[in-house]
Structures are given as structure tokens and as C-alpha cells.
């Protein structure tokens, strides 16, 4: 199958391009690295002729609350219209376990006006959500630093590889459409504070994590919004595991 990733040579998009093209498929990798806008559409219709899957992996590149609307909506609609036109079969998308149960993240909002685009579209689709991913935790902690200090909720997380993500998309993709939304999520839950604790200190990050109950992550102060449904499909890479291998 001819199968475009529309952020394909990101994190989760590389990962999948990889996978995808060990398995047989045409894996076409589009970002505006390669020609590819989904923003602007420019090059969106001419790399969608003759697909029979799109992905949607791409992101923001500023999680500013209107900018990450903005681009959700206005890029999600682009490939929509590109999708329809060029009959793609099967339109997949990554998304975020829990983003309706935390309106005040403009991020996770935004997550939630993308679904929805996709859910009235009228394509076949297939929504996967995922949990955090191990690689956002530098992120999360260079996010949450005040004054030298790493400042964060002990929220229950049960964050997963990319690679366990990519391989989930993956399958998900060279499957049938779900016209659903499908969980998948890590083997193990693990508090945030402690969850970046583990990597810094791993990392010989010298910062220190103080547990603050009022703090935010990414505009929300989540308690267990963000874990996965007990119908969640499960990945086996344990962040211990994870460390050792990274």
C-alpha cells in the first residue's frame, strides 16, 4: 500500500516510515522538508495522488494556546479535503489519551478540535491516542523549571517508547478503518514528579524535582485524566528498560 505520513520524518513519523517500508509498504514521508506544508496545503494533494492511507503524525511548532489551534484546525482541514479528493481509503491520526478531560490545556483543546474534524469528515478513520511518550521527558522538565528547580504535579502517567507508539500506528494503519478511537498506553504507571526524577537523575541532570501539587504541565493540573481506559492496548517496554537502551 502506498501509505503517506504527513509529519513523517519527526519522532513517531521516522519510526513509522522505517517500520512501514520493512513491512512492504510504500512509506512516503511528507513535511515541509520535503515539499510537504500541511499548514499552507502546499504539496498536500500532489503527494496524497493514489495513497490508500494517510497518517497524520505532525505537530505544532508552537504550543502557544491559539497557535496550536490554529494549526490543528487549519492543517487537519488541508489534509481532510486532500484526503477526500484523492480517495484515500483509510485516514489515521495520532492523538492524546485523555484530552477532554483537561480543557484548560490549549494543547490538549486543540488535540480535541482535530478529532472532531476528523470524526465529522465523512472518510474512514481510525484515531489512535497514546500516553506521553518517554522522549518528551527533557521536555516536560526544561517546561516546568522555575528558578533551577523542576516544579511538577504528582499526576499518575502511564507514558510509553515511540517506538511502542509508531509500532501501534503502524498497525493500525495497515489494518481496516476503525471509525473509532483506539487507547494505547505504557505497562506501568508511574507518578510525573518521580517519572522525571528517574530520567534527570539517569541523565546526571543535577536539577531537582520538587513535587508541587499546584503545578501546571502544559496549562492543566491533571490527577488521572491522562491514563488510559482499562481497554487501552498495552506496550511491554518499561521506562527502566527504555533507559538502559537510551
Known amino acids: 500500500m502506498k501509505i503517506v505520513v504527513i509529519g513523517g520524518t519527526g519522532l513517531i ?15 512516503v514521508p511528507a513535511a515541509p522538508s520535503t515539499g510537504v506544508n500541511s499548514l499552507t496545503g502546499a504539496g498536500v494533494k500532489e503527494v496524497l495522488q493514489d495513497a490508500n ?17 490554529e494549526f490543528f484546525r487549519t492543517s487537519t482541514t488541508n489534509l481532510l479535503e486532500a484526503a477526500a479528493a484523492a480517495g484515500v481509503g483509510h485516514y489515521v491520526a495520532l492523538s492524546v489519551v485523555g484530552s477532554e478531560r483537561l480543557p484548560d490545556s490549549g494543547y490538549l483543546r486543540a488535540k480535541v478540535a482535530q478529532e472532531e474534524l476528523i470524526e465529522g469528515s465523512g472518510l474512514p478513520y481510525s484515531i489512535v491516542r497514546a500516553t506521553q511518550f518517554f ?10 523549571t522555575v528558578d533551577g528547580q523542576v516544579r511538577l504535579p504528582g499526576s499518575s502517567m502511564q507514558p510509553m517508547a515511540a517506538d ?32 522525571i526524577r528517574t530520567v534527570l537523575s539517569a541523565r546526571s541532570d543535577s536539577r531537582t524535582v520538587v513535587t508541587d501539587p499546584k503545578a501546571r504541565y502544559f496549562g492543566a493540573v491533571p ?24
Open 13 to 27: 513519523g521516522s519510526k513509522l516510515v522505517a517500520r512501514l517500508s520493512e513491512h512492504g509498504h510504500q512509506a
Open 53 to 69: 492511507v494517510v497518517i497524520d503524525v505532525s505537530n505544532s511548532p508552537s504550543f502557544a494556546d491559539n497557535d496550536v489551534m
Open 135 to 144: 522522549e518528551f521527558a527533557g521536555g516536560i522538565a526544561d517546561s516546568a
Open 164 to 195: 511502542d507508539v509508531a509500532a501501534a500506528v503502524g498497525r493500525t494503519a495497515a489494518g481496516d478503518p476503525k471509525n473509532g478511537t483506539i487507547e494505547v498506553g505504557g505497562p506501568e504507571v508511574i507518578a510525573l514528579d518521580q517519572w
Open 223 to 246: 490527577e488521572r485524566e491522562l491514563l488510559p481506559g482499562s481497554d487501552a492496548q498495552l506496550a511491554q517496554t518499561r521506562l527502566s528498560e527504555w533507559l538502559t537502551n537510551n
